[in-house]
């Protein structure tokens, strides 16, 4: 930023911080020294994308080779974005950057590493239709040419099911017709059905019931594998809870229950974490405040359990939003749109959890918190450079190179975010310094491990043993490279934003002074004038 935030004291409250913080950004727009995000003008670079990916398929080169200058606008207008626009609202702030960073990583992936239009197909309930004379299953194009040779006419088919693709069933076969059937689907022809195919490719990002579905979660159920038509794409097969600890939901109520659960506590808790944080001036981006008050002294004396204190809640809060967040997608798909509406995309399968089970950090110590236990929610466009190459099965060397370069980019993508946020911030030596040392210790651990295993005392070594030893690593190597991240949060207001509309907890007088039952407060957006028609908008 061009100026860092003046006060002749510190402020008194946290909500005085976030209205010198509103002013200082009504000064900015005034003198023309940033601009905010407005939609839809600076999405235009994922709109042009998305134009791409709906053209029909085709087998023109031309066309394939479209994707590099489109990618390339896509690029030039997230970094245009990155540099030019902020937002008061911290949060805000922090999702200009971030987005458009993982708009470039994310459509380099599917568009650049793997040739989305062509490559990639997603699992699809099928239209079955009955040929009393071919007694074969066929696409719905080999259906059409069949036609068309009149080797078969339209009165001997028969429609069965009216979600995707089509093929022709034998009627002489045993097939229940209360069987479902699946096949692969690539781009579809029909303008609807491929309008709904590259949504749910620009917005799945854990692939799931996709050709290129992370290793990370449960495959789909068996009632789908063993109904799926042969292609060249299968899928392994997982139980229900994998290795890394993420659940595959195995109905409907069973996922509902489980999310809405997850929604009650999460919004509780971040309540909780909201009026806590708040009383510690830290959380406000004030890093070198003394502990509260409310600390017992036994914690505010020790400079090292005030630390671990603070690195604790900002997990939590982290790790809360996230999932509170996410978990709101199974009761809007799968309880309000209903399979009914939306077909295989409110499968309960499609919803699995998050994050993994802890026990896995236990198990395989820093690589089992990152490639485990934390959300997988970007993996597939951290590991396409490597998997393009075709290093992610190879060796030693290879799986280092790949860690460095999913780091980097998981640095790249936080930097960003702090970048376009408020306050002043450091993003090269804040976030991504913190992603980038991460490599560091999963190699030392590893190498720890591996000499321990040569010598012989690793295999002598109790179950409890190794997974405390795990653990006291994982935590270790967090409390000093962890600041890195957690300050660059609070130093860029990341916990100045209000999560919930009404807070129980304030209500009843547990906030700060003048604090009630609502929480939102200001202007969320408001139409802005650019200085060109197109460039007006609504502004975050």
Not at 66 to 73: E, L, N
Not at 220 to 249: E, F, I
Not at 389 to 405: P, Q, S
């Amino acid at each position: 930023m061009v100026f860092t935030p003046l006060w002749s004291s510190p402020p008194a409250s946290y909500r005085e911080l976030v209205t010198l913080y509103e002013q200082q950004f009504k000064d900015a727009l005034a003198n023309g020294e940033y601009e905010p995000y407005v939609w839809p003008y600076r999405s235009l670079g994922v709109y042009l994308v998305i134009i791409y990916l709906l053209i029909p398929p085709t087998s023109s080169r031309l066309v394939d080779y479209a994707r590099y200058p489109v990618f390339a606008f896509n690029v030039y207008w997230a970094l245009k974005a990155i540099r030019d626009c902020r937002s008061a609202a911290v949060s805000t702030g922090y999702g200009i950057g971030l987005l458009d960073a993982w708009a470039i990583l994310w459509l380099a992936a599917v568009l650049i590493f793997d040739d989305g239009r062509n490559a990639l197909q997603r699992i699809e309930e099928i239209e079955l239709v009955e040929n009393a004379t071919s007694g074969t299953k066929e696409s719905a194009q080999d259906k059409n040419r069949t036609e068309t040779n009149g080797s078969a006419n339209r009165s001997e088919l028969r429609k069965r099911r009216v979600h995707g693709p089509t093929i022709t069933k034998d009627t002489d076969t045993s097939t229940s017709p209360d069987v479902q059937k699946y096949a692969w689907q690539s781009l579809p022809s029909n303008f609807f059905q491929r309008l709904e195919w590259v949504g749910d490719l620009v917005s799945n990002f854990r692939l799931i019931g996709w050709s290129h579905q992370i290793n990370s979660i449960p495959s789909p159920p068996a009632s789908v594998l063993d109904n799926l038509l042969p292609s060249a794409n299968p899928l392994r097969r997982t139980p229900p809870v994998v290795s890394t600890g993420v659940t595959r939901y195995p109905d409907s109520r069973t996922l509902l229950r489980t999310k809405l659960t997850t929604l009650a506590l999460g919004y509780l808790a971040l309540d909780a974490l909201k009026v806590i944080m708040m009383s510690d001036p830290y959380f406000w981006g004030l890093i070198d405040s003394p502990p509260p008050s409310y600390l017992p002294s036994v914690i505010r004396l020790s400079p090292t359990l005030t630390r671990t204190w603070r690195l604790l809640l900002s997990l939590a809060g982290a790790y809360v939003a996230l999932n509170t967040i996410f978990a709101l997608a199974a009761p809007f798909f799968v309880g309000l749109l209903s399979p009914h509406r939306i077909g295989l995309r409110a499968a309960p399968w499609q919803y699995p959890d998050l994050y993994g089970s802890y026990s896995v950090v236990l198990r395989k110590g820093l690589a089992g918190w990152w490639g485990g236990w934390w959300h997988q929610t970007f993996r597939f466009a951290f590991e396409a450079p490597i998997a393009k190459l075709g290093w992610r099965e190879r060796g030693l060397k290879a799986k280092l190179l790949g860690l460095v370069i999913a780091f980097g980019c998981s640095g790249c993508l936080h930097a960003s975010g702090s970048n376009t946020m408020w306050p002043v911030t450091r993003p090269l030596r804040g976030s991504f310094a913190f992603f980038a040392l991460q490599p560091v210790g999963i190699v030392l651990q590893m190498g720890f491990t591996e000499v321990m295993g040569r010598v012989g005392v690793r295999v002598k070594m109790p179950g409890w043993l190794r997974g405390l030893g795990n653990f006291v690593f994982v935590h270790f190597w967090f409390y000093y490279t962890a600041p890195f991240l957690m300050d660059e949060f609070a130093r860029g207001g990341v916990w100045l934003f209000e999560p919930v509309p009404v807070s129980i907890l304030r209500g009843l007088g547990l906030g700060a002074k003048r604090e009630g039952w609502w929480c939102w407060n200001g202007r969320i957006m408001w139409w802005y004038w650019g200085r060109r028609w197109w460039q007006s908008g609504l502004a975050f």
